[in-house]
C-alpha cells in the first residue's frame, strides 16, 4: 500500500500492548503520524512508539483512562494543541472480567462497561467535535465476535461489545452527511496477553470452531483497520468486518 495515510493524524486507544500495538505500527508504516494511547503501562506505551519509528512513522505516548470522561477531554485538547488535527480513531481499549452471572459481581460489569462502551462514547465524542469541524475523519471500533454470537462466562464483555456495534451504526448515520466514515472490526480469537490468560480446554474449543485452523495474530486484525481508514474505503461506513478465521460467517 505504500504511504497511503501520510499527511494523517491517528489515535489509538490502547496502543501499548496486543492488537493495538499491531494498528500503531501498521498506520506508522503506512505514513500516518500515530498518537499511542495507554492506561497504566508507559514503558510498553513507549515501546510501541518505538516500533512506529523503526518504520520511519512519527509517533507519541498520551496517558489518559478511556473510561474516565474529564480525562479524555482533557487528552484530546492537549492532542488538537500538539496535531492540530485528528484523521483517524481506533476505539481498541479495552478489557474483560469473566464469570457466570450468578458469580458476577456489580463491579465487574461496571467496570467492563466503562472501559469498552462509555470509554469508545468519550472517545468518539471528543473525535467528533475535530472532525465535523473539519468535514472528515475515519472511525474504528474495536468490538468482537462474541459481541455477534453471544458467549457463556462472558455477559459484561458480550454486552459492551454488542453496545460498540449499536454505537457504530447510530454514529455512522449521524456522521455521514458530515464526511465521516464509522465502521466495527469483529476479531475473533487473536493471540495477545488478553487471550494468554484463558484456559487450555477453553483454548481447545475455540481453536476447533476456525476453519482457517490457526489462532489470529494482531497484524490480521492491524491490516483490516489500515483497509477501513484507507480512501480505498472510502465508500464504506455503518459497517462491521470479521477477522476471525470463518469462526462465524453472516
Ligand atoms: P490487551 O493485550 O489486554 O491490551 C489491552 C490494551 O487496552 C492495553 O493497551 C491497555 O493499556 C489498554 N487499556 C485497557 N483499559 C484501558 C483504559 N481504561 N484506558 C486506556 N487504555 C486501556 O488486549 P487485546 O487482546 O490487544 O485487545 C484489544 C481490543 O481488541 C480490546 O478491545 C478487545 O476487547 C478486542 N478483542 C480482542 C480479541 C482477542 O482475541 N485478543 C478478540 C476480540 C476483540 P495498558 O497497557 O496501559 O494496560
Not at 491517528?10 to 508504516?29: K, M, P, Q, Y
Not at 520511519?56 to 477531554?73: E, H, P, R, T, Y
Not at 464526511?179 to 480469537?189: A, D, E, L, Q, Y
Not at 474449543?205 to 472510502?234: M, N, T, W
Amino acid at each position: 500500500m505504500g504511504k497511503n495515510l501520510e499527511g494523517r493524524v491517528a489515535l489509538v486507544t490502547g496502543g501499548s500492548r496486543g492488537i493495538g500495538r499491531a494498528i500503531c505500527v501498521e498506520l506508522a508504516d503506512r505514513g500516518a503520524q500515530v498518537i499511542v494511547n495507554f492506561r497504566s503501562n508507559e514503558a510498553e506505551a513507549e515501546e510501541t512508539v518505538k516500533l512506529c519509528a523503526e518504520k520511519g512513522g512519527q509517533a507519541f505516548a498520551l496517558q489518559f483512562d478511556v473510561a474516565d470522561s474529564a480525562q479524555v477531554d482533557q487528552a484530546f485538547a492537549a492532542l488538537k494543541e500538539r496535531t492540530g488535527r485528528l484523521d483517524i480513531l481506533v476505539n481498541n481499549a479495552g478489557i474483560s472480567k469473566d464469570g457466570l452471572i450468578l458469580r458476577l459481581k456489580d463491579e465487574d460489569w461496571h467496570s467492563t462497561l466503562s472501559t469498552n462502551l462509555h470509554g469508545a462514547f468519550y472517545t468518539v465524542r471528543a473525535a467528533a467535535k475535530i472532525m465535523v469541524k473539519a468535514r472528515c475523519g475515519s472511525i474504528v471500533q474495536m468490538s468482537s465476535v462474541v459481541g455477534e454470537m453471544g458467549n457463556a462466562g462472558q455477559v459484561p464483555y458480550v454486552s459492551s461489545k454488542a453496545g460498540m456495534l449499536g454505537l457504530t451504526k447510530a454514529l455512522a448515520r449521524e456522521l455521514a452527511p458530515r464526511g465521516i466514515r464509522v465502521n466495527s472490526i469483529t476479531p475473533g480469537f487473536i493471540e495477545t496477553d488478553m487471550t494468554a490468560e484463558l484456559d487450555e480446554n477453553l483454548k481447545q474449543e475455540h481453536f476447533k470452531a476456525i476453519p482457517l485452523g490457526r489462532y489470529g495474530k494482531p497484524e490480521d486484525v492491524a491490516h483490516a483497520v489500515a483497509f477501513l481508514v484507507s480512501d480505498e474505503a472510502a465508500y464504506i461506513t455503518g459497517q462491521t468486518i470479521g477477522v476471525n478465521g470463518g469462526m462465524l460467517m453472516r
